[in-house]
């Protein structure tokens, strides 16, 4: 599941890897094509699931992901109650309310966008700063855009890292 494309995209060049995509069952064969991509140099971001638990959700849960959760962003940029958490939460983003999107592969009659919410719509935003840090730094590895996501936040929840925010909710600016 998602292997080959995981694969694809590292022996293509990309440099960052947005997963808005996971599975509750934990694969060998998703941790390898992670693990492949990563020493290839790639960030994969991936959502960390919209069921209200702390029940590991893969790729998000594997070590070499950035696993994000949910926030509603405005009007007062809370954790989204729908977001999953746990001790593999990486960073939050918004994802909130109903963000107007393209519907890829979900459509209603002739309309292909929609408002929907959830860690789907979250993660793009954390694969858009990586991608606004990679063009910065065009050196960077993968391990320093990491690390500046990481730094880059807005403490949200417990001081310092929490299972509901992880380090925190991004902040572009």
């Known amino acids: 599941m998602y292997k080959r494309q995981i694969i694809h995209a590292a022996d293509l060049g990309a440099d960052i890897i947005n997963l808005s995509l996971g599975t509750y069952e934990y694969s060998t064969a998703l941790e390898d094509a992670v693990t492949y991509a990563y020493n290839k140099g790639c960030v994969l ?10 029940s590991p959700l893969y790729p998000a849960a594997l070590d070499k992901v950035i696993a994000v959760a949910s926030t509603y962003g405005e009007p007062n940029d809370s954790r989204a109650p729908y977001s999953n958490y746990g001790d593999w939460i990486t960073l939050s983003a918004p994802g909130g309310y109903g963000s ?4 890829s592969t979900y459509h209603q009659g002739d309309d292909y966008f929609a408002y ?11 694969s858009g700063l990586a991608a606004l ?3 910065q730094y065009p050196t960077a590895t993968n391990i320093e855009i990491e690390y500046m996501l990481k730094r880059g936040v807005e403490d949200k929840g417990e001081e310092g890292w929490d299972e509901l925010y992880g380090y925190g909710r991004i902040n572009v600016y």
Do not use: D, F, R, W
């Not at 971001?45 to 702390?54: D, K, L, P, S």
């Not at 107007?100 to 519907?103: G, N």
């Not at 929907?116 to 954390?126: D, M, N, R």
């Open 100 to 103: 107007y999107s393209v519907l």
């Open 45 to 54: 971001i991936a959502a960390a699931g919209n069921e209200n638990t702390e």
């Open 133 to 135: 840090y990679k063009s």
């Open 116 to 126: 929907i919410q959830g860690t789907s719509q979250a993660t793009p935003h954390v």
